[in-house]
DNA sequence: GAGTGGTCTAGACCACGCA
DNA sequence: GCGTGGTCTAGACCACTCT
Protein backbone atom coordinates (compact mmCIF):
# COMPACT_ATOMS: atom_id res chain seq x y z
CA UNK A 1 0.00 0.00 0.00
CA UNK A 2 2.90 2.18 0.60
CA UNK A 3 6.63 2.80 -0.72
CA UNK A 4 7.25 6.21 -0.05
CA UNK A 5 9.81 6.75 2.41
CA UNK A 6 8.03 9.90 4.05
CA UNK A 7 5.28 7.18 4.96
CA UNK A 8 3.75 7.93 8.26
CA UNK A 9 0.65 5.63 10.00
CA UNK A 10 -2.64 7.18 10.08
CA UNK A 11 -2.71 7.01 13.66
CA UNK A 12 0.70 9.00 13.77
CA UNK A 13 -1.03 11.44 11.78
CA UNK A 14 -4.00 12.13 13.38
CA UNK A 15 -2.09 12.31 16.50
CA UNK A 16 -0.07 14.83 15.19
CA UNK A 17 -3.29 16.85 13.97
CA UNK A 18 -4.68 16.43 17.68
CA UNK A 19 -1.73 17.45 19.53
CA UNK A 20 -1.16 20.43 17.46
CA UNK A 21 -5.19 21.59 17.69
CA UNK A 22 -4.41 21.14 21.73
CA UNK A 23 -0.90 23.53 21.71
CA UNK A 24 -2.96 25.89 19.92
CA UNK A 25 -5.52 26.02 22.30
CA UNK A 26 -8.55 24.74 20.06
CA UNK A 27 -9.89 23.54 23.36
CA UNK A 28 -8.79 24.63 26.36
CA UNK A 29 -7.55 22.60 29.32
CA UNK A 30 -10.60 21.08 31.17
CA UNK A 31 -12.62 21.42 28.35
CA UNK A 32 -14.21 18.72 26.49
CA UNK A 33 -12.87 17.48 23.03
CA UNK A 34 -15.85 15.70 20.33
CA UNK A 35 -16.66 12.26 21.22
CA UNK A 36 -14.81 9.44 19.45
CA UNK A 37 -17.36 8.83 17.41
CA UNK A 38 -17.47 12.58 15.96
CA UNK A 39 -13.27 12.84 15.64
CA UNK A 40 -13.85 9.44 13.77
CA UNK A 41 -16.44 11.12 11.20
CA UNK A 42 -14.64 14.24 10.89
CA UNK A 43 -11.22 12.62 10.46
CA UNK A 44 -12.36 10.16 7.94
CA UNK A 45 -10.90 7.24 9.66
CA UNK A 46 -12.60 4.49 12.29
CA UNK A 47 -13.35 4.66 15.21
CA UNK A 48 -10.43 2.15 16.28
CA UNK A 49 -7.61 4.57 14.78
CA UNK A 50 -8.73 7.32 16.97
CA UNK A 51 -8.94 5.32 20.06
CA UNK A 52 -5.32 4.65 19.64
CA UNK A 53 -4.49 7.86 19.59
CA UNK A 54 -6.89 8.73 22.54
CA UNK A 55 -5.25 6.23 24.38
CA UNK A 56 -2.25 7.16 23.79
CA UNK A 57 -2.37 10.78 24.45
CA UNK A 58 -4.03 9.45 28.10
CA UNK A 59 -1.20 7.68 28.81
CA UNK A 60 1.33 11.01 28.31
CA UNK A 61 -1.17 12.73 30.84
CA UNK A 62 -2.14 14.99 27.83
CA UNK A 63 -6.10 13.67 28.25
CA UNK A 64 -8.12 12.68 30.66
CA UNK A 65 -11.53 10.91 29.57
CA UNK A 66 -13.88 9.37 31.79
CA UNK A 67 -16.40 7.15 31.58
CA UNK A 68 -19.67 8.17 30.73
CA UNK A 69 -18.85 11.84 30.20
CA UNK A 70 -16.26 12.23 27.63
CA UNK A 71 -12.75 12.94 27.05
CA UNK A 72 -11.24 16.31 28.52
CA UNK A 73 -7.44 18.17 27.93
CA UNK A 74 -5.83 17.69 30.79
CA UNK A 75 -5.32 20.86 33.53
CA UNK A 76 -2.43 21.15 35.29
CA UNK A 77 -4.22 21.73 38.75
CA UNK A 78 -4.82 18.63 39.57
CA UNK A 79 -2.85 16.55 41.84
CA UNK A 80 -1.82 13.98 39.80
CA UNK A 81 -0.08 16.65 36.60
CA UNK A 82 1.70 17.87 39.96
CA UNK A 83 3.36 15.49 41.32
CA UNK A 84 4.78 14.69 37.64
CA UNK A 85 7.08 17.66 38.06
CA UNK A 86 7.61 17.84 41.81
CA UNK A 87 9.66 15.29 43.37
CA UNK A 88 10.58 16.76 46.40
CA UNK A 89 9.92 14.49 48.96
CA UNK A 90 10.53 13.58 53.18
CA UNK A 91 13.21 11.60 53.60
CA UNK A 92 10.71 8.26 53.06
CA UNK A 93 9.09 9.01 50.58
CA UNK A 94 6.43 11.31 51.28
CA UNK A 95 5.77 13.84 49.03
CA UNK A 96 4.90 17.29 49.01
CA UNK A 97 4.41 20.25 47.47
CA UNK A 98 6.09 23.40 49.71
CA UNK A 99 4.37 26.89 49.88
CA UNK A 100 5.63 30.12 48.38
CA UNK A 101 6.71 32.65 50.51
CA UNK A 102 8.95 36.26 49.44
CA UNK A 103 8.08 36.00 45.71
CA UNK A 104 9.61 38.93 43.82
CA UNK A 105 9.79 39.72 39.92
CA UNK A 106 11.64 41.77 38.17
CA UNK A 107 12.65 41.51 33.94
CA UNK A 108 16.26 42.01 32.86
CA UNK A 109 18.01 41.05 29.88
CA UNK A 110 18.86 37.63 29.44
CA UNK A 111 22.34 36.20 30.34
CA UNK A 112 24.34 33.61 28.14
CA UNK A 113 23.74 30.76 30.46
CA UNK A 114 20.01 31.84 30.05
CA UNK A 115 19.97 32.22 26.45
CA UNK A 116 21.39 28.54 25.97
CA UNK A 117 19.20 26.94 27.89
CA UNK A 118 16.04 28.96 26.81
CA UNK A 119 17.63 28.93 23.12
CA UNK A 120 16.72 32.16 22.75
CA UNK A 121 18.51 34.59 20.29
CA UNK A 122 20.20 38.04 20.50
CA UNK A 123 19.43 39.77 23.74
CA UNK A 124 15.61 39.10 24.49
CA UNK A 125 14.25 40.16 27.86
CA UNK A 126 13.87 37.59 30.30
CA UNK A 127 11.54 37.24 33.68
CA UNK A 128 13.46 36.51 36.85
CA UNK A 129 11.25 34.92 39.84
CA UNK A 130 13.22 34.69 43.19
CA UNK A 131 11.79 32.76 45.99
CA UNK A 132 11.86 30.99 49.08
CA UNK A 133 9.70 27.67 49.49
CA UNK A 134 8.70 26.42 53.31
CA UNK A 135 8.08 23.17 54.79
CA UNK A 136 5.76 23.40 57.96
CA UNK A 137 6.73 27.15 57.77
CA UNK A 138 10.73 26.82 57.75
CA UNK A 139 12.35 28.10 54.87
CA UNK A 140 13.62 24.83 52.89
CA UNK A 141 14.34 25.94 49.31
CA UNK A 142 15.31 28.94 46.92
CA UNK A 143 14.48 28.97 43.44
CA UNK A 144 15.01 31.32 40.81
CA UNK A 145 12.78 30.93 37.73
CA UNK A 146 13.84 32.45 34.37
CA UNK A 147 10.70 33.07 31.34
CA UNK A 148 11.65 34.51 28.10
CA UNK A 149 9.52 37.60 28.08
CA UNK A 150 8.58 37.01 24.68
CA UNK A 151 6.22 33.94 26.06
CA UNK A 152 4.94 35.89 29.09
CA UNK A 153 3.91 39.30 28.14
CA UNK A 154 3.06 41.43 31.19
CA UNK A 155 3.74 38.68 33.91
CA UNK A 156 5.33 41.31 36.46
CA UNK A 157 1.82 43.22 36.18
CA UNK A 158 0.43 39.76 37.54
CA UNK A 159 -0.22 40.39 41.75
CA UNK A 160 -0.14 37.13 43.04
CA UNK A 161 1.78 34.62 41.45
CA UNK A 162 0.15 31.33 42.56
CA UNK A 163 2.60 28.66 44.35
CA UNK A 164 1.71 26.29 41.29
CA UNK A 165 3.07 28.46 38.44
CA UNK A 166 2.53 25.71 35.66
CA UNK A 167 -1.13 26.47 36.57
CA UNK A 168 -0.75 29.41 35.57
CA UNK A 169 1.26 29.33 32.18
CA UNK A 170 -1.60 27.25 31.06
CA UNK A 171 -4.28 29.69 32.15
CA UNK A 172 -2.99 32.75 31.43
CA UNK A 173 -0.28 32.56 28.90
CA UNK A 174 -1.49 29.29 26.82
CA UNK A 175 1.48 27.23 27.52
CA UNK A 176 0.97 23.77 28.99
CA UNK A 177 4.29 22.18 30.44
CA UNK A 178 4.68 18.65 28.75
CA UNK A 179 7.74 17.53 29.90
CA UNK A 180 11.16 18.61 31.49
CA UNK A 181 14.86 17.84 31.78
CA UNK A 182 16.39 18.01 34.98
CA UNK A 183 20.10 18.02 36.47
CA UNK A 184 21.16 16.96 40.31
CA UNK A 185 24.29 17.93 41.65
CA UNK A 186 25.44 18.37 45.19
CA UNK A 187 26.78 21.94 46.84
CA UNK A 188 28.04 23.95 49.41
CA UNK A 189 25.45 26.20 50.41
CA UNK A 190 26.55 29.85 49.96
CA UNK A 191 26.27 33.06 52.00
CA UNK A 192 22.56 33.72 50.62
CA UNK A 193 21.80 29.93 50.99
CA UNK A 194 23.25 29.82 54.63
CA UNK A 195 21.27 33.27 55.50
CA UNK A 196 17.23 32.41 53.19
CA UNK A 197 17.83 28.48 54.83
CA UNK A 198 19.31 29.47 57.98
CA UNK A 199 21.88 26.84 57.21
CA UNK A 200 25.73 26.87 58.40
CA UNK A 201 28.59 27.41 56.30
CA UNK A 202 29.85 24.46 55.18
CA UNK A 203 26.42 22.76 55.36
CA UNK A 204 26.23 20.46 51.98
CA UNK A 205 22.65 21.88 49.68
CA UNK A 206 21.05 19.82 46.85
CA UNK A 207 20.74 21.81 43.47
CA UNK A 208 18.01 21.02 41.16
CA UNK A 209 18.20 22.43 37.21
CA UNK A 210 15.60 22.40 35.29
CA UNK A 211 14.24 22.91 31.59
CA UNK A 212 10.70 23.09 31.12
CA UNK A 213 9.25 21.97 27.91
CA UNK A 214 5.83 23.00 26.35
CA UNK A 215 3.79 20.80 23.92
CA UNK A 216 6.04 21.90 20.98
CA UNK A 217 9.43 20.47 22.24
CA UNK A 218 10.30 24.31 22.33
CA UNK A 219 12.11 25.40 26.09
CA UNK A 220 9.65 27.65 28.23
CA UNK A 221 11.22 28.00 31.74
CA UNK A 222 14.30 27.64 33.13
CA UNK A 223 14.75 26.65 37.18
CA UNK A 224 16.79 26.24 39.56
CA UNK A 225 16.31 25.15 43.08
CA UNK A 226 18.67 24.75 46.05
CA UNK A 227 16.97 22.65 48.69
CA UNK A 228 18.44 22.26 52.26
CA UNK A 229 19.02 18.58 52.30
CA UNK A 230 18.60 18.05 55.88
CA UNK A 231 14.73 17.53 55.74
CA UNK A 232 14.16 16.88 52.00
CA UNK A 233 15.46 14.63 49.22
CA UNK A 234 14.80 13.94 45.47
CA UNK A 235 12.92 10.92 44.99
CA UNK A 236 12.05 9.16 41.63
CA UNK A 237 10.66 6.21 40.71
CA UNK A 238 12.02 4.40 37.32
CA UNK A 239 10.08 1.59 35.07
CA UNK B 1 -21.84 -8.39 31.19
CA UNK B 2 -20.67 -8.34 34.51
CA UNK B 3 -21.72 -6.95 37.57
CA UNK B 4 -19.55 -9.21 40.41
CA UNK B 5 -16.81 -6.20 42.01
CA UNK B 6 -13.53 -8.34 41.85
CA UNK B 7 -13.95 -8.16 37.81
CA UNK B 8 -10.73 -7.79 35.46
CA UNK B 9 -10.85 -7.36 31.64
CA UNK B 10 -9.44 -9.90 29.50
CA UNK B 11 -6.96 -8.22 28.39
CA UNK B 12 -5.53 -7.82 32.25
CA UNK B 13 -5.90 -11.21 33.05
CA UNK B 14 -3.52 -12.08 30.06
CA UNK B 15 -1.34 -9.05 31.10
CA UNK B 16 -1.14 -11.14 34.33
CA UNK B 17 -0.74 -14.55 33.12
CA UNK B 18 1.96 -13.41 30.42
CA UNK B 19 4.08 -11.50 33.14
CA UNK B 20 3.89 -14.55 35.56
CA UNK B 21 5.24 -16.28 33.07
CA UNK B 22 8.23 -13.93 32.33
CA UNK B 23 9.05 -14.15 35.79
CA UNK B 24 9.04 -17.43 36.22
CA UNK B 25 11.20 -18.18 32.99
CA UNK B 26 8.71 -19.92 30.96
CA UNK B 27 10.57 -18.02 28.38
CA UNK B 28 14.51 -16.64 29.04
CA UNK B 29 15.59 -13.61 27.91
CA UNK B 30 16.01 -13.21 24.22
CA UNK B 31 14.13 -15.89 23.52
CA UNK B 32 11.23 -15.33 21.33
CA UNK B 33 7.32 -16.05 22.28
CA UNK B 34 4.83 -17.72 20.53
CA UNK B 35 3.49 -16.06 17.63
CA UNK B 36 0.39 -13.39 18.64
CA UNK B 37 -2.09 -15.91 16.55
CA UNK B 38 -1.02 -18.83 18.86
CA UNK B 39 -0.73 -17.12 21.86
CA UNK B 40 -4.54 -15.73 20.82
CA UNK B 41 -5.47 -19.70 20.26
CA UNK B 42 -4.02 -21.22 23.34
CA UNK B 43 -5.84 -18.30 25.73
CA UNK B 44 -9.18 -18.43 23.90
CA UNK B 45 -8.98 -14.88 22.98
CA UNK B 46 -8.86 -12.72 20.23
CA UNK B 47 -5.80 -11.67 17.98
CA UNK B 48 -6.58 -8.12 18.79
CA UNK B 49 -7.01 -8.66 23.08
CA UNK B 50 -3.11 -10.26 22.89
CA UNK B 51 -1.82 -6.96 20.83
CA UNK B 52 -2.57 -5.02 23.10
CA UNK B 53 -1.26 -6.88 25.82
CA UNK B 54 1.99 -7.47 23.70
CA UNK B 55 1.73 -3.74 23.04
CA UNK B 56 1.77 -2.55 26.98
CA UNK B 57 4.56 -5.12 27.72
CA UNK B 58 6.99 -3.69 24.88
CA UNK B 59 5.73 -0.13 25.72
CA UNK B 60 7.03 -1.45 29.41
CA UNK B 61 10.72 -2.69 28.10
CA UNK B 62 9.95 -6.23 29.15
CA UNK B 63 9.19 -7.63 25.57
CA UNK B 64 10.50 -6.62 22.39
CA UNK B 65 8.57 -6.94 18.82
CA UNK B 66 10.40 -7.20 15.94
CA UNK B 67 8.26 -7.26 12.27
CA UNK B 68 8.93 -10.02 10.56
CA UNK B 69 10.66 -12.22 13.15
CA UNK B 70 9.18 -12.32 16.31
CA UNK B 71 8.29 -11.49 19.88
CA UNK B 72 11.31 -11.57 22.40
CA UNK B 73 11.51 -11.53 26.18
CA UNK B 74 13.92 -8.02 26.73
CA UNK B 75 17.52 -8.80 27.78
CA UNK B 76 19.10 -6.31 30.63
CA UNK B 77 22.39 -6.18 28.17
CA UNK B 78 20.80 -4.10 25.55
CA UNK B 79 22.36 -0.28 25.61
CA UNK B 80 18.35 1.05 26.24
CA UNK B 81 17.67 -1.29 28.65
CA UNK B 82 20.58 0.02 30.43
CA UNK B 83 20.16 3.65 30.47
CA UNK B 84 17.02 3.01 32.26
CA UNK B 85 18.28 2.75 35.32
CA UNK B 86 21.65 5.15 34.84
CA UNK B 87 21.27 8.19 35.20
CA UNK B 88 24.59 9.63 35.58
CA UNK B 89 25.82 11.71 33.06
CA UNK B 90 28.16 14.73 32.54
CA UNK B 91 27.45 18.11 33.01
CA UNK B 92 25.44 18.93 29.90
CA UNK B 93 23.74 15.81 29.58
CA UNK B 94 26.10 13.40 28.00
CA UNK B 95 25.26 10.08 29.53
CA UNK B 96 27.81 7.17 30.32
CA UNK B 97 28.24 4.26 32.42
CA UNK B 98 31.44 3.78 34.33
CA UNK B 99 33.65 1.48 34.58
CA UNK B 100 33.94 -1.14 38.03
CA UNK B 101 37.15 -1.04 40.23
CA UNK B 102 38.08 -2.47 43.37
CA UNK B 103 35.12 -4.51 43.43
CA UNK B 104 34.64 -6.26 47.12
CA UNK B 105 32.00 -9.21 48.14
CA UNK B 106 31.16 -10.74 51.40
CA UNK B 107 28.31 -12.33 53.10
CA UNK B 108 27.52 -11.16 56.62
CA UNK B 109 24.06 -10.92 58.65
CA UNK B 110 21.33 -8.50 57.55
CA UNK B 111 21.20 -4.71 59.36
CA UNK B 112 18.16 -3.27 60.38
CA UNK B 113 18.09 -0.67 57.95
CA UNK B 114 18.87 -3.40 55.02
CA UNK B 115 15.80 -5.54 56.61
CA UNK B 116 13.40 -2.79 55.89
CA UNK B 117 14.50 -1.77 52.97
CA UNK B 118 15.01 -5.16 51.10
CA UNK B 119 11.72 -6.17 53.06
CA UNK B 120 13.32 -8.94 54.63
CA UNK B 121 12.50 -11.11 58.03
CA UNK B 122 14.16 -12.30 60.54
CA UNK B 123 18.22 -12.14 60.30
CA UNK B 124 18.33 -13.28 56.80
CA UNK B 125 22.14 -12.68 55.30
CA UNK B 126 22.96 -10.26 52.56
CA UNK B 127 26.02 -9.89 50.42
CA UNK B 128 27.78 -7.25 50.90
CA UNK B 129 29.10 -5.64 47.47
CA UNK B 130 31.61 -2.11 47.91
CA UNK B 131 33.23 -0.73 44.55
CA UNK B 132 35.01 2.15 42.90
CA UNK B 133 33.82 3.25 39.59
CA UNK B 134 35.79 5.23 37.54
CA UNK B 135 35.38 7.38 34.86
CA UNK B 136 37.87 8.18 32.57
CA UNK B 137 40.23 6.35 34.69
CA UNK B 138 39.20 8.83 37.82
CA UNK B 139 37.70 7.41 40.74
CA UNK B 140 33.94 8.97 40.46
CA UNK B 141 31.64 7.46 42.54
CA UNK B 142 31.71 5.03 45.33
CA UNK B 143 28.98 2.11 45.86
CA UNK B 144 27.50 -0.18 48.71
CA UNK B 145 25.09 -2.72 46.91
CA UNK B 146 23.03 -5.73 49.11
CA UNK B 147 21.37 -8.29 48.10
CA UNK B 148 19.28 -11.02 49.48
CA UNK B 149 21.39 -14.18 49.65
CA UNK B 150 18.74 -15.63 49.56
CA UNK B 151 17.60 -14.68 45.81
CA UNK B 152 21.06 -14.84 44.72
CA UNK B 153 22.75 -17.87 46.40
CA UNK B 154 26.21 -18.49 45.98
CA UNK B 155 27.06 -14.65 44.47
CA UNK B 156 30.56 -14.98 46.29
CA UNK B 157 31.54 -17.92 44.73
CA UNK B 158 31.59 -15.91 41.14
CA UNK B 159 34.94 -14.80 39.94
CA UNK B 160 34.72 -11.39 38.57
CA UNK B 161 31.52 -9.59 39.19
CA UNK B 162 30.64 -7.61 35.46
CA UNK B 163 30.50 -3.85 35.22
CA UNK B 164 26.33 -4.20 34.68
CA UNK B 165 25.42 -6.31 37.52
CA UNK B 166 21.63 -6.46 36.25
CA UNK B 167 22.23 -8.45 33.19
CA UNK B 168 24.19 -10.79 35.72
CA UNK B 169 21.18 -10.92 38.25
CA UNK B 170 18.70 -11.84 34.95
CA UNK B 171 21.07 -14.26 33.33
CA UNK B 172 22.66 -16.25 36.33
CA UNK B 173 19.55 -15.56 39.16
CA UNK B 174 16.67 -14.93 36.69
CA UNK B 175 15.95 -11.75 38.64
CA UNK B 176 15.05 -9.04 36.35
CA UNK B 177 15.03 -5.45 37.35
CA UNK B 178 11.71 -3.78 36.49
CA UNK B 179 11.82 -0.76 38.34
CA UNK B 180 13.30 1.01 41.11
CA UNK B 181 12.84 3.86 43.40
CA UNK B 182 15.69 6.37 44.43
CA UNK B 183 16.10 8.98 46.97
CA UNK B 184 19.08 12.01 46.45
CA UNK B 185 20.39 13.94 48.63
CA UNK B 186 23.37 16.06 49.28
CA UNK B 187 26.13 15.26 51.79
CA UNK B 188 29.51 16.41 52.87
CA UNK B 189 32.20 13.87 52.01
CA UNK B 190 33.53 11.35 54.94
CA UNK B 191 36.87 10.02 55.39
CA UNK B 192 36.48 7.03 53.34
CA UNK B 193 35.10 9.30 50.19
CA UNK B 194 37.91 11.80 50.90
CA UNK B 195 40.46 9.26 50.46
CA UNK B 196 38.43 6.34 48.00
CA UNK B 197 37.41 9.53 45.47
CA UNK B 198 40.52 11.98 46.15
CA UNK B 199 38.19 14.61 47.74
CA UNK B 200 38.92 17.36 50.07
CA UNK B 201 37.69 17.61 53.44
CA UNK B 202 34.06 19.34 53.37
CA UNK B 203 33.59 18.57 49.70
CA UNK B 204 29.78 18.27 48.70
CA UNK B 205 29.39 14.80 47.48
CA UNK B 206 25.52 13.56 45.50
CA UNK B 207 24.39 10.43 47.62
CA UNK B 208 21.87 8.18 45.48
CA UNK B 209 19.91 5.33 47.62
CA UNK B 210 18.27 3.29 44.79
CA UNK B 211 15.94 0.14 45.80
CA UNK B 212 15.75 -2.44 42.72
CA UNK B 213 12.74 -4.46 42.28
CA UNK B 214 11.58 -7.50 40.35
CA UNK B 215 9.19 -7.92 37.51
CA UNK B 216 6.50 -8.80 40.95
CA UNK B 217 7.61 -6.37 43.18
CA UNK B 218 9.89 -7.92 45.13
CA UNK B 219 12.78 -5.60 46.65
CA UNK B 220 15.94 -7.47 45.12
CA UNK B 221 18.62 -4.93 45.25
CA UNK B 222 19.26 -2.02 48.11
CA UNK B 223 21.93 0.32 46.70
CA UNK B 224 23.52 3.71 47.76
CA UNK B 225 26.36 5.46 45.02
CA UNK B 226 28.33 8.38 46.43
CA UNK B 227 29.00 10.73 43.31
CA UNK B 228 31.66 13.22 43.27
CA UNK B 229 29.35 16.37 41.93
CA UNK B 230 32.05 18.29 40.39
CA UNK B 231 32.27 16.20 37.43
CA UNK B 232 28.95 14.19 37.17
CA UNK B 233 25.22 15.09 37.72
CA UNK B 234 22.88 12.49 37.75
CA UNK B 235 20.09 13.28 34.33
CA UNK B 236 16.52 12.76 34.47
CA UNK B 237 13.94 13.58 32.32
CA UNK B 238 9.98 13.99 33.09
CA UNK B 239 7.16 13.18 30.98
C1' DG C 1 6.28 -18.50 -0.14
C1' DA C 2 5.48 -18.91 4.64
C1' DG C 3 5.41 -16.77 8.95
C1' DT C 4 5.85 -12.85 11.72
C1' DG C 5 4.40 -8.30 13.45
C1' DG C 6 2.02 -3.54 11.90
C1' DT C 7 -2.04 -1.05 10.43
C1' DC C 8 -6.84 -0.35 9.83
C1' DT C 9 -11.60 -1.33 9.66
C1' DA C 10 -16.56 -2.44 11.16
C1' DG C 11 -19.38 -3.67 14.45
C1' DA C 12 -21.18 -5.70 18.83
C1' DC C 13 -22.09 -5.26 23.54
C1' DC C 14 -21.11 -3.40 28.29
C1' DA C 15 -20.58 0.20 32.10
C1' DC C 16 -21.06 4.80 33.47
C1' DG C 17 -23.13 9.62 34.03
C1' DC C 18 -26.79 12.38 33.56
C1' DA C 19 -31.30 14.24 32.58
C1' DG D 1 -32.87 6.62 27.43
C1' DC D 2 -29.27 8.62 25.35
C1' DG D 3 -24.46 9.62 24.72
C1' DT D 4 -20.09 8.73 26.39
C1' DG D 5 -15.97 5.82 26.91
C1' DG D 6 -14.37 0.57 27.78
C1' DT D 7 -13.93 -4.11 26.09
C1' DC D 8 -13.71 -7.61 22.69
C1' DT D 9 -14.09 -9.77 18.35
C1' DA D 10 -13.13 -11.16 13.27
C1' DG D 11 -10.97 -10.28 9.45
C1' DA D 12 -8.43 -7.78 5.72
C1' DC D 13 -4.26 -6.23 3.88
C1' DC D 14 0.61 -4.49 4.28
C1' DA D 15 5.71 -4.72 5.47
C1' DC D 16 9.52 -7.24 7.00
C1' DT D 17 12.60 -11.48 7.49
C1' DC D 18 14.23 -15.70 6.31
C1' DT D 19 14.56 -19.79 3.38
Redesign the pocket.
Known amino acids: ???TPG???????VYDILVRKIAEGAWKPGE???????L?REM?????????V??AL?AENLLL???????FVAEHDQDRALFRFFHIARPGGERLVPEAAKVRIKARPSRVVEREKLELRGRDAVFEITRLRLIDGEPAIRETIILPERLFPRLDRIGDLPNTLYSLYQSKFGITVAAAREELRAATATREDQSSLGLKPGHPILVIGRVALALTGQPVEWRESRVRSDRLVYAVTLQ
Open positions: MNDFRPLYRQMLPSEQMAGVSHGTVRKLDTRRQGKGT
